[in-house]
């Protein structure tokens, strides 16, 4: 079974950096997509970054790497604003065999806060 193990939340003054990381373990043929979504409080879930959408409130601010030989995805995300307050779900769009594709796996999600 395919899993998602996400890290690097935690508590940032705005204007600050954080880093997220994600790391994908179990059987993956192919990955066909992977990044991040995010939730704020009484908000829906919205996409943050999977390459090539990026959400317009981020896009010059976060920046996202990966290494899908290692099956990792990471979150850049600098001068933090006191809305990007949310937790942050790595994402995971994978094929697990010829006749098994786009699979869709969620991270249990990582606590980001901006507060002065």
């Known amino acids: 079974q395919v899993q998602l193990m996400e890290s690097g939340g935690g508590l940032v003054q705005p204007g600050g950096s954080l880093r997220l990381s994600c790391a994908a373990s179990?059987?993956?043929?192919?990955?066909?997509?992977m990044g991040w979504y995010r939730q704020a409080p009484g908000q829906e879930r919205e996409l943050v970054a999977v390459?090539?959408k990026f959400a317009d409130s981020v896009k010059d601010r976060f920046t996202i790497s990966r290494d899908y030989a290692k099956k990792t995805v990471y979150l850049q995300m600098n001068s933090l604003k006191l809305e990007d307050t949310a937790v942050y779900y790595c994402?995971?769009?994978?094929?697990?065999?010829?006749?098994?594709?786009?699979?869709?796996?969620w991270g249990q999600g990582t606590l980001v806060t901006v507060s002065s």
């Open positions: 179990g059987s993956i043929i192919s990955i066909n997509a």
């Open positions: 994402y995971l769009n994978y094929n697990r065999n010829v006749l098994v594709r786009n699979v869709e796996v």
């Open positions: 390459p090539p």
